[in-house]
DNA sequence: CTTGACCTTCCCATGATGGGAACCCCCATC
DNA sequence: GATGGGGGTTCCCATCATGGGAAGGTCAAG
């Protein structure tokens, strides 16, 4: 095997995706079909692996592979407007920022729930409590202190 | 049938829970199997709507169905410690924060990728080039920091 | 030639949820 | 009594990206 020819193995190990990754990266299209070896081995080139590793950082940014279809081809179209780049970008802060709100409202209500709960050997706790309150209808609630309600968990800041 | 027994489609309105996941709760055992009706129909009483009401305030909190097994078990003991429900709280603040901060490294990035392109007609852009850097070698990412170490890195709502 | 590391494909599981098919049941209305 | 509609039942499939593992072929070193 020539050189600068590299299996599936050690592709993996220099871009940082699993060799089970680069093959399904295959099968749904998001990688064109790999060369192959008489027995049928696949081999990357060098181009291969710059591909692979832009995968990587991208799904590291969180993208999905969706959004990284579009991405690569952006990539490789060299007269490529940085808009569309931009307008995918913006895309994933956005969702990004929606769900880290989403947590952000969970981790809050924990917080002040854990914090207002002994944590000790009796059985009284507001963190059951309000997991059982019943009355979690409408806009009212008369834990103190003016939690999150449901619908503000959920959705915004 | 009585006035105070439901079919399941009554009590997910009632409760907020889908008719599909409270079947769902009922086969992976988080609920037990509930009442039936002579033709199979499933029944529900005041009790089990409290209980799902539970459940979904629960969910609504980000716990996953094996920590709200947990919280089930320590609700309907009324001789727990409150320690155990605290302890399983703060685990899942730990989670979420953990979780809030992997998407904030990402968000971070993005957002500072994309200041930097103009997002216009032109093809330059830095959000591409930074993907494709190419000197993002095996184990040494230095975003060591705080970012994504891949893992939970999409874990939906 | 054997051994062990590596490759191939194929199937299965994850977690919580929804969609939909095929079929049964209940009640009200004609 | 027949019929229609709405809702119940079970079962299978899809999501999204990932890993585990089995069965079998390949390659290089000893």
């Not at 081999?43 to 999905?64: P, Q």
């Not at 880290?100 to 944590?119: N, Y």
């Amino acid at each position: 095997m020539s050189a600068d020819v590299l299996t599936i193995g050690e592709a993996a190990r220099r871009t940082g995706v699993s060799a089970k990754m680069i093959r399904w990266y295959e099968a749904t299209g998001l990688l064109p079909p790999a060369a192959r070896s008489e027995a049928g081995y696949r081999h990357y080139g060098e181009a291969d692996l710059h591909t692979l590793r832009f995968i990587r950082r991208a799904r590291d940014l969180g993208f999905s592979v969706g959004a990284i279809t579009d991405l690569l081809a952006l990539w490789r179209d060299r007269a490529r407007p940085s808009a569309g780049v931009k307008a995918i970008a913006q895309e994933q802060i956005t969702d990004l920022r929606r769900r880290i709100a989403e947590l952000e409202g969970m981790a809050r209500t924990l917080e002040h729930l854990a914090d207002a709960c002994c944590g000790d050997d009796r059985p009284e706790c507001p963190i059951l409590d309000d997991l059982a309150a019943a009355d979690r209808g409408p806009a009212r609630r008369r834990l103190a202190g003016g939690f999150a309600r449901r619908g503000l968990v959920r959705g915004g800041t």
